[in-house]
Structures are given as C-alpha cells and as structure tokens.
C-alpha cells in the first residue's frame, strides 16, 4: 500500500471511529459500571484478604493467595499479547476471557457454599490464580480494544467516569455487602455471598461490550509463538527508551502493594474488624476511589498520564504513612480515603499511559510487557509481605511499600510526556 493509499485508509479509518465514539463510549460506560463494580468488590483491600485471613488465621496464608491471583496475570500477560497482535479485530478474544474471569468469580463463591477448612482455602486460592490468569489477559486486550475504539484525548475522560459510576455502586455494594451479608452471614457464608453478587453484577455488565464497533487494524504483526516473542523483548526495550522508564515506574509502584492485603488487619490491631466496620472501610476506599477518578480522568486528559501518575502515587505514599500513625476509627477512615483514591489514580495513570507509547502494531506487546512487570511485582509483593509481616511486623511491610513507592516517582520524572510526539488515536 503507497503512502498516499495509506493515509487515505487511515483519515477513513479515523473519521469510522469518531462516528462510532458515541455508542463505542456509551457501551464501555455501560459495561465499566457494572464490571467496576464487582471486580472492585473482590480487589478491594478488605473482603478477600479478611476472608483468606478467616479460613487461615495467618498473614502468609493471605499474601499466598492474593500472590496466587498476580502469579496468573504476570503468566498470562504476554500470552494474550501473541494471541491478538495478528488479529484484524480483538472484539471476539475479549469477550471470551471476559466471561472466563468472571467464571472464576463463581468458583469462589460456591467454594465458599460448599467447602470449609483447608479446603475452602486452596479452592479459594485455586479459583484467584485462575481469576489472575484470565484477568491479565483481559488487561491487555481490553486495553488494546480502548486503544482502537476511543481517541487519547477522550481516554481520561471515559476512565474517569466509568470508574466513578462502577465505583459509586461499588462503594454502596460493598457497605451492604459488609452489613447485610458478611454481618449476617447471608445464606451460610456472608462472604460467599458477597463474591456470587460480584459475580451477578460483572456478568450483566459484560453484555454492553456486545454493542461495541471496532475498527479492522490497519496494520498487523504475523503469528508468532510466545518464546519468540519474549526473546524480542530486549530489543523493544532498547528501541523505546522512555517507555522502559515508565515500565520500571510502574514494576516499583507494583511491588508498593506488598501492603495492600494487608490495610484491614492492621486496623485490627486498634478497632474491632466486624462485618459493619469492613463494610465502612471498604466503603472510604472505593467512594474515594470513585470520586478521585473524575479529577485523574481530567487531569489526563489536559496535561498527561505522567502526572496523574507522579500525584497519585504520592497521596497513596502519605495516606500509606497516616495509615501508619492512626490509632482510631475516625483517622483510618481518613488513610482509607487517601489509600483509595491514590490507589485509583495509580490504577488511571498505569492503564492508560502505556497506550501511548511506540506504533499500533508493537502496543499489544508493549502492554503485555508492562502489565507482566506490573502482575509480577504484585505477586511477589503480598507473598514477601505476608512473611514480612509474620517475622517483623505489619510496621515493615508498610515501611516497604513507602520505599519502593518514592523510587517509583523518582523513575517517572525522568520520562518525558509522550503526547505530542506522535498522533495517539
């Protein structure tokens, strides 16, 4: 195809999209509010790690498991990369591990039902490293498919709100689910309970993605096995030195959720952990989450990813301190909003800067890359601070999770703001 084709192709291709950039926007908010909200029940720093933490008493048992569910997204990352970089249209591998990850959700809630002891507990762990393994290939698919179907400059936007509306329903789900189905141990198992209504919610979100509209790429890559793929890593890296930068940011922001599991047993320590106070907790951190979403989205979408990125991860670094130095109900209220909402910004600023950089057809891999880090350090994390924890205290693990959280910035600063260099759409 000569240039003047191409470009020709390419103005056609562009003009599709934005005719399509209201129903495409309209189906991802759809699908965000309802798939938000029950995936933020189950990664919400207080149901899973409370429940692993009840069937086993121990803070190791709680980093294994959530290390299990990280394990299968860095295992999975670059999998799904090789599984769509030769495919015209993503549409149909997203919607098939869609429903894949929210199988697993399932799985964890009859295992709940139907088992107890050490064997409600390896099912536990078993179902979140198949939850992980289908949820990092869903983080590179689904990032892709936003990278086709909604232009940079609407990306923020979209994110923020789609964020704010699934994390509203979530935060107020997550308050009853605490008070009405783990307080009552709903149906023999309240947090049972609460991971079958995550799943009901996700299953009926991933139907908006049916109306979504989704451009033929322009350019593909041929088939290629996975080993081949990562012995091209190196080279991927070198060519684009920026985003190499932005990839260690991200790994060192990952590995500074070593403490996330474990924010609600600390509290332990002061107040009591009943299903109400979880339930509050739980609701401080996604209502933050959500309405700090709207302010990243906006930042983004005018000045970059790269500074959602370096303020977000310093409110989670201070909220993480406060965290530290509370004492009552009142003032870890107050970290959990701080927790949540730089968390979330985080979460904005990861996403969606890697979409950014180097040409369309290398973007599968360059998210698979950075998702694989990310996943990777997320594993190691939880496990590391769950022995951290039982050997030196909950005071080291959060210690750690500063440390690592202040390179973190300290690497982005040194990456310039890729918008501008070359058209993102």
């Known amino acids: 195809m000569n240039s003047a084709v191409r470009l020709s192709v ?3 291709q562009r003009a599709q999209t934005l005719r399509d950039l209201p129903r495409n926007y309209a189906a991802n908010l759809a699908h965000g509010m309802l798939g938000v909200t029950g995936f933020r029940l189950l990664n919400a720093p207080t149901f899973v790690p409370a429940y692993i933490y009840l069937l086993s008493g121990s803070k190791i048992a709680v980093g294994l498991a959530l290390s299990a569910q990280f394990a299968g997204m860095a295992m999975s990352s670059i999998c799904a990369a090789t599984l769509i970089e030769h495919r015209r249209r993503v549409m149909p591998v997203v919607y098939t591990v869609g429903w894949l990850m929210r199988l697993q959700v399932l799985g964890l809630a009859l295992s709940g039902y139907l088992l107890g002891g050490p064997w409600a507990l390896a099912a536990a762990c078993v179902f979140l490293g198949l939850f992980g393994i289908f949820d990092g290939m ?7 498919l936003m990278s086709k179907v909604i232009p940079a400059s609407s990306r923020g936007r979209l994110t923020g709100v789609r964020n704010f509306l699934g994390g509203l329903t979530a935060s107020g789900v997550a308050y009853l689910g605490g008070k009405y189905l783990v307080e009552a141990n709903a149906l023999g198992n309240g947090y049972a309970s609460t991971f079958l209504l995550a799943f009901i919610l996700t299953s009926i979100g991933i139907t ?3 109306f979504v509209r989704e451009p033929d790429s322009l350019t593909v890559r041929s088939r290629s096995s996975v080993w081949r793929r990562l012995r091209e890593v190196p080279a991927l890296l070198r060519t684009h030195p920026h985003y190499t930068r932005f990839f260690l940011a991200r790994a060192l922001a990952a590995l500074g959720t070593t403490a996330l599991p474990f924010y609600a047993i600390h509290t ?5 952990l009943s299903g109400a106070t979880l339930g509050t907790l739980s ?10 979403n709207l302010a990243w989205g906006a ?3 005018r ?3 790269r500074l959602v990125f370096i303020l977000s991860i310093a409110l989670w670094t201070a909220a993480t301190i406060m965290l530290l130095l509370s004492g009552s109900l009142h003032l870890f209220l107050l970290a959990f909003c701080g ?3 730089g968390f979330g910004g985080y979460q904005v600023a990861a996403q969606n800067f890697v979409l950014e950089f180097g040409s369309h057809h290398d973007r599968p891999m360059l998210i698979a890359v950075s998702d694989t880090a990310s996943h990777l350090m997320m594993a190691i994390g939880p496990l590391a601070g769950g022995i951290l924890a039982q050997g030196a205290g909950l005071h080291s693990v959060f210690l750690l999770a500063i440390v690592v959280k202040t390179a973190s910035v300290l690497a982005v600063l040194r990456v310039e703001e890729p918008r501008g260099s070359q058209p993102h759409f």
């Open 138 to 144: 869903a983080s590179v698919t689904f990032s892709f």
């Open 299 to 301: 930042i983004a979408d």
């Open 339 to 341: 927790l949540g909402a």
């Open 303 to 305: 000045q970059g990813y």
């Open 283 to 292: 609701l401080a951190f996604l209502l933050a989450q959500t309405v700090s």
């Open 268 to 272: 332990q320590s002061f107040i009591s």
């Open 208 to 210: 908006a993605l049916r």
């Open 10 to 12: 390419e103005e056609a």
